[in-house]
């Protein structure tokens, strides 16, 4: 496993506030990467250590979307197009252009967010790697379900965790050790500087910064908002899909399951699928193969 680099934290004015970034890397092609719905711009360092260990030409730009990390303050609105307005914001903070367009990578809710950017960028984004998401995901429950339910029935221990407080960091990441789908053999030194940045102080005790209620707004928007949800049926970027096939608990099948995917390939000529074989949806990324597929996706070799 590759260690964990500390990356440069600067900010970038937005809607309402100062969103975070981390910026890892100082090469001439820019690469801004969306995280998912509970996560932090940290999901991105076993892709930064990828490419640094090959020397890639790349900055990579990692954000923490608005009521998450160090954006945890940032007020709404929420939702996949208010996501994608703030990175649109980054490529103008960034002076990104035409002639020299920026890769956008998104992770679970992140690649959502990424395939709306690029419709509202046009040509200033010239690749989507997906990561684990932007596919219709169904959800089998009543039409008067609430949607914390429904946001729970998909991401689980996710959600709960909002509502949990610790006596320590320490036992903030025990917990994260004991994850099915990212701790034990797991578990690595990316996993645990995700789980630290994920905390505050809050009377004594710790819990994670991030705004439940921006969780439900932007759960909604990809579940039940049709139009935000299926941004990457309208673009024509072209777009590599790295999806595995396990799922948030390393359960099978996974957040895509194969038919989703096999159904949805035809109708987006514009997108290629690589599957990662023996990984679930947190160490597609947080792993060094998934991380590793990323990382081709990123400098042309896959």
């Known amino acids: 496993m590759m260690g964990w680099i500390e990356p440069q934290l600067q900010t970038v004015p937005v ?3 100062e969103l975070t970034m981390a910026r890892w890397g100082t090469g001439s092609q820019v690469v801004i990467a969306c995280h ?3 996560a932090n711009h940290r999901s991105f360092g076993a892709l930064a250590a990828q490419l640094s260990n090959r020397e890639a030409d790349v900055s990579l730009y990692a954000v923490d979307h608005r009521g998450r990390g160090g954006s945890a303050s940032l007020p ?7 996501h994608a307005r703030d990175v649109v914001a980054v490529l ?3 002076e990104v252009s035409e002639a020299a367009p920026a890769i956008l990578v998104g992770h679970s809710m992140g690649a ?6 690029a419709e509202l960028a046009g040509d200033r984004v010239s690749r989507l790697i997906l990561v684990d998401g932007a596919l219709p995901i169904t959800i089998e429950l009543p039409a008067d379900t609430p949607i914390e ?3 729970r029935a998909v991401i689980g221990p996710a959600l709960d965790r909002l509502d949990m407080s610790f006596a320590s960091p320490e036992d903030y990441v025990a917990m994260w050790r004991e994850h099915p789908a990212l701790g034990g053999a797991y578990f690595n030194e990316v996993a645990e500087a995700y789980a630290r940045y994920d905390l ?11 705004n439940k209620q921006a969780v439900l707004a932007d759960g909604a928007s990809v579940l039940q908002d049709e139009r935000e949800r299926s941004a990457v049926e309208r673009i024509g970027t072209p777009t590599i899909l790295v999806w595995a096939p396990r799922g948030l608990l390393d359960q099978t099948p996974g957040l895509l399951p194969p038919e989703v995917v096999e159904d ?14 023996d990984v679930n949806h947190y160490s597609v990324l947080f792993g060094d193969r998934g991380a590793g597929v990323t990382a081709d996706a990123i400098d042309g070799t896959l």
């Open 76 to 82: 709404g609105p929420f939702g996949l197009g208010a």
């Open 92 to 94: 103008d903070h960034l």
């Open 149 to 151: 339910a429904i946001v």
């Open 15 to 17: 809607v309402g506030g």
């Open 200 to 210: 505050v102080e809050d009377g004594g005790r710790w819990r994670s910064p991030v």
């Open 264 to 277: 949805a390939l035809p109708r987006l000529p514009h997108v290629r699928a690589q599957r990662v074989d």
């Open 36 to 38: 998912g719905i509970t």
């Open 112 to 117: 959502y967010v990424v395939a709306n950017a």
